[in-house]
């Protein structure tokens, strides 16, 4: 049982150190950094395939490369720091005190550990003979354990200054910089405490907060284009005070927040830890495996109630993203009026809008279409003009009406099941395959890259099909919906753009190239080959010329423009 864990430890910390043994050699010279870490990497892969036999080899291969990408990501992010760091030296600021208190800390760290218990558990005490799960488990694990390390040291270090002359906050971080001008503010709001099940990127969905937040006291909110800023002042009232005297809109009123603890909380808290544990993390299906695995429940059990619970949370999935996202029915009735006939004539019966806070533009569908449904949008996607949002639930309704999020994890399944059926007969039925490493691992990693470009064709393919056939609910046809999506797609890039300009790594006076316009050769390959959704320039333009809808003609020019626009280098 320790065995596996033992050997991911190891694996794993011989990941970060061949980043940081060529980092430091490349303080020394450039080219030696580079030598030393190609040599030391090479090394240690020809020590995992003589240790460890096949398949064994290749997990912790790409384990090692998993680690190795995740010590990349904690380097600090210079350029934005350095650019933010040099425009503040030359300003004449005060410092915005932050009040800290490392409960705040605790706090993320123990959901964190409470989240992942079960998972840990399973890794440690798990049949060996789940390596696959086991793996699965571990990559989670480092993808938000990065994540957990970058914001103790943000909630540890982060300044915050104010230029008075320019009206401008500087927020300093080695992680995350900013450089805010207050005139640009959407909306500034004083919350009596920091909403943890808000904030902690377990417990969210669909969200642009950035969390500066260094104790449990009241929290300054500040919504820009593009995110959210959330910091812990000493004195927040003053400085709403000075900044409500640039602003367009007068600051909103002080929310009051409940503690995550609180009664009134529980069944939100509840919620959102099964959501992180079942959508997020596969703690949850670790612990039922777990207690099956003690109670000595065969392997085809174990199988069983795997895939009974994976169906029942596929089942309830509108219900659990609804409290993952903190979603209400929308109220407006303008809205409400121009669903409730597209509902209709796409044969919807029980679909209910909702909204959910958050500075991106987006909408999504969730549930089977089975009984119920729902479409959630933004509160940005609501600012939108009336026809955009009404071509958005169109799109959105189709992908309940064809199940589509049923279908998407079923196409999963099947390439799984596929690679299964590929892999155990050649494991079970070669004697020496030993001597066969090398075709091995080129077959491999071929169906790693394959993997994605097959999850690529489906997702497009529905995208697709959701873009034609929701064009054919609205009044306005293909047209409006090639309208929705233009609409849609400029305040995207917008906002994008301006989040970018913060951060100081967009040029304000810099052409930034539009979503709307055709990429280039390589953007065009990934859009097409590795995207869940095909570039905008080709959706809107099929649509604006396609007047046959949906059926066997735009499923030929999809299939046809996907293999041109990525071959073709003009």
Request: proline content about 2%; charged content about 20%.
């Given at each position: 049982m320790f065995e596996t864990f033992l050997n991911y430890l190891i694996v794993m910390i011989l990941g970060v150190m061949l980043h940081y043994i060529g980092m430091l050699s490349g303080r020394i010279n450039k080219k030696l950094g580079y030598f030393v870490e190609i040599l030391c990497g090479l090394l240690t892969i020809c020590y995992i395939f003589y240790v460890h036999s096949f398949p064994d080899g290749f997990t912790y291969f790409g384990l090692?490369?998993?680690?190795?990408?995740?010590?990349?990501?904690?380097?600090?992010?210079?350029?934005?720091?350095?650019?933010?760091?040099?425009?503040?030296?030359?300003?004449?600021?005060?410092?915005?005190?932050?009040?800290?208190?490392?409960?705040?800390?605790?706090?993320?760290?123990?959901?964190?550990?409470?989240?992942?218990?079960?998972?840990?558990?399973?890794?440690?005490?798990?049949?060996?003979?789940?390596?696959?799960?086991?793996?699965?488990?571990?990559?989670?694990?480092?993808?938000?354990?990065?994540?957990?390390?970058?914001?103790?040291?943000?909630?540890?270090?982060?300044?915050?200054?104010?230029?008075?002359?320019?009206?401008?906050?500087?927020?300093?971080?080695?992680?995350?910089?900013?450089?805010?001008?207050?005139?640009?503010?959407?909306?500034?709001?004083?919350?009596?405490?920091?909403?943890?099940?808000?904030?902690?990127?377990?417990?969210?969905?669909?969200?642009?907060n950035v969390d500066f937040t260094t104790s449990n006291r009241d929290v300054l909110k500040i919504e820009m284009p593009g995110e959210t800023l959330y910091l812990t002042l000493n004195d927040s009232k003053k400085w709403v005070d000075i900044f409500s005297l640039y602003m367009k809109n007068q600051p909103a009123e002080t929310m009051n927040v409940l503690p995550f603890y609180h009664k009134k909380n529980i069944k939100r808290l509840i919620g959102k830890l099964y959501f992180a544990t079942t959508v997020k993390g596969v703690s949850a299906y670790s612990a039922l495996l777990l207690i099956l695995y003690f109670l000595q429940v065969p392997t085809w059990g174990l199988v069983l109630a795997g895939i009974s619970y994976w169906i029942l949370n596929i089942m309830i999935s509108d219900v659990v993203l609804k409290v993952a996202m903190d979603a209400k029915a929308i109220t407006n009735q303008e809205i409400i009026s121009v669903a409730d006939p597209i509902f209709k004539k796409a044969g919807l019966s029980n679909v209910k809008l909702y909204e959910t806070e958050s500075s991106d533009y987006n909408g999504l569908a969730t549930g089977m279409n089975i009984g119920r449904g729902m479409i959630t949008l933004t509160s940005q996607t609501l600012k939108l003009p009336l026809d955009t949002i009404e071509g958005i639930i169109a799109h959105e309704s189709i992908h309940l009406k064809k199940r589509d999020i049923m279908w998407t994890q079923i196409w999963r399944i099947c390439f799984l099941l596929i690679l299964l059926v590929t892999l155990i007969p050649i494991i079970q039925n070669i004697d020496n395959i030993e001597s066969l490493k090398t075709p091995l691992f080129l077959l491999i990693w071929l169906l790693m890259m394959i993997f994605p470009?097959?999850?690529?064709?489906?997702?497009?393919?529905?995208?697709?099909?959701?873009?034609?056939?929701?064009?054919?609910?609205?009044?306005?046809?293909h047209i409006q919906m090639a309208n929705s999506l233009r609409t849609l797609t400029i305040a995207q890039d917008n906002a994008l753009n301006k989040s970018l300009e913060y951060q100081m790594l967009n040029d304000k006076d810099e052409n930034v190239s539009s979503s709307l316009e055709r990429e280039s050769w390589i953007l065009r390959i990934i859009s097409f080959q590795f995207m869940p959704h095909p570039p905008m320039y080709w959706r809107v333009q099929t649509l604006q010329t396609n007047k046959d809808g949906w059926g066997k003609g735009i499923l030929k020019q999809w299939l046809r423009d996907r293999w041109k626009e990525t071959v073709s280098k003009k």
């Open positions: 090692l490369a998993y680690c190795y990408a995740s010590a990349i990501e904690l380097r600090p992010h210079k350029t934005s720091y350095n650019k933010v760091k040099e425009q503040l030296i030359a300003a004449q600021v005060e410092e915005m005190q932050l009040f800290r208190d490392k409960k705040r800390v605790v706090i993320d760290v123990l959901i964190f550990f409470v989240t992942f218990a079960f998972a840990i558990l399973f890794l440690i005490y798990g049949p060996k003979e789940s390596s696959i799960l086991k793996y699965i488990i571990t990559l989670g694990f480092i993808t938000f354990f990065t994540e957990l390390v970058k914001r103790i040291h943000i909630a540890k270090n982060v300044k915050c200054y104010y230029d008075h002359d320019n009206a401008e906050i500087f927020i300093l971080s080695k992680y995350e910089s900013r450089k805010i001008p207050v005139i640009e503010c959407i909306n500034l709001q004083l919350e009596t405490s920091v909403d943890i099940l808000k904030l902690h990127p377990l417990f969210t969905l669909f969200t642009s470009t097959y999850l690529s064709f489906v997702s497009q393919w529905m995208e697709v099909r959701a873009d034609h056939l929701g064009g054919e609910l609205l009044k306005g046809g």
